[in-house]
C-alpha cells in the first residue's frame, strides 16, 4: 500500500485554475458591423452576387519532405463582375480531421462570393500525417501555395487576398501570415492561440469538470498533458503558434458563447497583446449567443444546425469594409459576454520521467495480463484434459489459493474495466458538449471513482492475506529460517554436503502448488496484477 501510494504522489502533476470565472466584458449587445462612409461607396453584401464554381488541382508540396499532394481546389467567384487585378480574395483553412474542397465551408465561403469575393476551398493539407503529427509548419506553406494561386487569377487583386482560419488551422495561420508578408486581412473562427498542450489542456480538464466527471478523473488530464510526447518524435503538443507578426493585419475574431474548446478571455487578451506589439490596433472581436465551437446553433450531430445569428452577415460586411480601406464606425468588442471558467495552464511542461515510467509499466500491464490469460487459457484445458481423462490435479494449488486467486483476479480486471467505462463515458460526454448538447447529471462517472479507490484498497488488503497464509503456511513446513538458522545450516551443509531440513510442525506438502505449471501461473498472475495495480497507482487512485 505504501508503494502505490507512493507512486500515485509520485505522478501527481501540480495544477492552478486559478484564476477562475474571467470574463470581458463587451462594449455593445448588437455584433453588426458598420463602417464610416463619407464617400458613399456602393457597399456589396451577402446576397449581392450570384456565385458561380470551377475547380482546379494542385500539387501542395510539403518542404520537410518534398511530399507532394494532389488537392483538389474549388474555386467561388461572383458572377458578373468583369474587373481585372480588382477582386479581393480569400483562402478557407481548415480545422482539426480531414476536410475537402467540397465537404467543408460551402456556406461561408459562398457567403462571401457572393459579396464580390474570389474564396478558395482546398482538400486540407495532411501528406503521409496523422492527427497526432500533423506538419502545422508545412501546412503553412501549402496554403500559401493556394494563396498564390488567386493572385495568379486575371481578376484578382494580389494585395487583397485574406484568410478563413478556424480552430486548429488558427495555430497555423500565423505563420503564413508572418511567412508571406502580403496578406490583407484575417477571420479567425475560435482561435485556440495557445500551444497545443496548453490549449487543449485547458480544454479537457474544463469540460471533464463541465460534465461533471469526478476531481480524480480531472486529474488524469494533467498527467495525460504532461506527456513528453518529443521522446517519441511527437512534437506537435509544444508547437509555438504564438507568433506576434501574425496579428500584424486586420483580423476578424469569432467566438461562440457555448463554445467549450477555448480560452476566450486568455485568447482575446493575447491576440490584443500580440497585434499591438506589432502596431495593429484594427482587431475586431465578436462573441455570438448560443454558438458552438463552429459558430453553429445547436447539436452539431445533428444535420443542418444553422450557423449564428447574424455572423455571416457581420463577417462579410468586415471583409468588404476591410479590403474598401474604411474606417469602422461601431464597436470593437461586441456580442454576449466573454467568459472563461479556469485560466491556461501555461505553466505546464513535460515530464520526461514519468512519462518513460508510465510506458514501461503500461507496457508491462498489458505484456503480463496477456501473458496471464494464455495460462488461465491453458489451465482450463488442462482442467478439462484431466477430468476427461481419469482425474488428477491439473493446476494443483494448495486448498484455499485457487479460489482466492481466481476472485482476486476478477475483481482487479473488474476494476480495470469499470475504469475504462468512466474514462469512456466521459470522453462521450466531451463529445456531445462540443457538438453543442446540455450537460447530463453525472451519474457514474463521478461515484465510479470512489468505488475504485474503494476496490483498491480491498484488492491490497486481499493481496496481503494471501501471502500472509504463503507465510504462514511456509512456516508449518519448516522453510522459514531465522538469519542465525540460515548461518547454521549453511556452516553444517558446507560440512556435511547435505541440507538441513527443519521441521517446525505436522504439515506437510507444498506451499503453493504441487505442480510446476500452478507456481509459474501462480507468480505470473501475481505480477500481472500487481502491474495493473502499479497503473491505477500511476492515474492517481492511490491518492485519498
Partial sequence: MGILTSVS????????????????????????????????LRLPKRGTYQVRTSDVWIDLKRPSTGEIQRAHVLIRSPKGVSAKRDLPAAVFMHGAGYGTADNSFGDVAADLSSAGFVTATVDKPVWSTSDIDRDYAGSAHAYGQVVDYLRSLPSVNPDKVGLYAT???????????????????????????????????????????????????????????????ALFGLTNLDFDPMVAEGYAIPTFVAYGSKDVMTAQVDGVRQIETMAHRTGNWDVTI??????NHV?????????????????????????????????????????????????VPTYLTAHPKMTVYGVI??????????????????????????MTHGGGRAIGLSQGFQSVLVMICLTTQAMLALFFAGVGQIIWRMVKLIWGAAPEPPG?????????????????????????????????????????????????????????????????????????????????????????????????????
Avoid at 509520485?10 to 470565472?21: F, G, K, R
Avoid at 459558430?295 to 471583409?319: C, I, K, Q
Fill in 9 to 40: 504522489h509520485a505522478t501527481t502533476v501540480e495544477w492552478h485554475n486559478d484564476p477562475i470565472d474571467q470574463t470581458v466584458n463587451t462594449l455593445a449587445a448588437d455584433t453588426s458591423v458598420t463602417y464610416e462612409n463619407p464617400s458613399g
Fill in 167 to 229: 480552430s486548429e488551422s488558427t495555430w497555423i495561420s500565423p505563420y503564413l501570415v508572418r511567412d508571406d508578408g502580403r496578406i490583407a486581412f484575417q477571420v479567425l473562427l475560435s482561435p485556440m492561440v495557445f500551444s497545443p498542450r496548453h490549449a487543449l489542456g485547458f480544454f479537457v480538464a474544463q469540460d471533464f469538470a463541465i460534465v461533471g466527471a469526478n476531481p480524480g478523473y480531472q486529474s488524469i488530464v494533467r498527467r495525460v498533458f504532461s506527456a513528453d510526447a
Fill in 286 to 291: 465578436r462573441n455570438y449567443p448560443v454558438a
Fill in 295 to 343: 459558430l453553429r446553433l445547436g447539436d452539431e450531430a445533428e444535420e443542418g444546425t444553422p450557423l449564428a445569428d447574424r455572423y455571416e452577415d457581420d463577417f462579410v460586411n468586415w471583409a468588404v469594409g476591410k479590403v474598401r480601406g474604411l474606417e469602422p464606425d461601431g464597436a470593437s468588442i461586441a456580442g454576449s459576454s466573454i467568459i472563461q471558467s479556469i485560466g
Fill in 361 to 386: 509499466i503500461h507496457v508491462a500491464a498489458v505484456v503480463m495480463l496477456v501473458v496471464s490469460w494464455l495460462f488461465a487459457l491453458v489451465a482450463l484445458v488442462r482442467k478439462i484434459w484431466f
Fill in 444 to 544: 457514474m462517472i463521478y461515484w465510479s471513482w470512489y468505488a475504485l479507490q474503494v476496490f483498491c484498497a480491498v484488492v491490497v488488503w486481499a493481496w496481503s492475506r494471501v501471502f500472509g497464509q504463503i507465510l504462514e503456511a511456509a512456516s508449518l513446513r519448516g522453510l522459514l529460517r531465522t538469519p542465525e538458522e540460515w548461518r547454521a545450516d549453511i556452516q553444517a551443509w558446507r560440512l556435511t554436503g547435505k541440507p538441513v531440513i527443519r521441521i517446525r510442525g505436522a504439515e506437510t506438502g507444498p506451499v503453493l502448488s504441487s505442480t510446476r505449471f500452478g507456481v509459474v501461473m501462480f507468480v505470473v498472475t501475481t505480477l500481472a496484477m500487481f502491474c495493473l495495480l502499479l497503473v491505477f497507482a500511476f492515474w492517481g487512485l492511490f491518492v485519498y
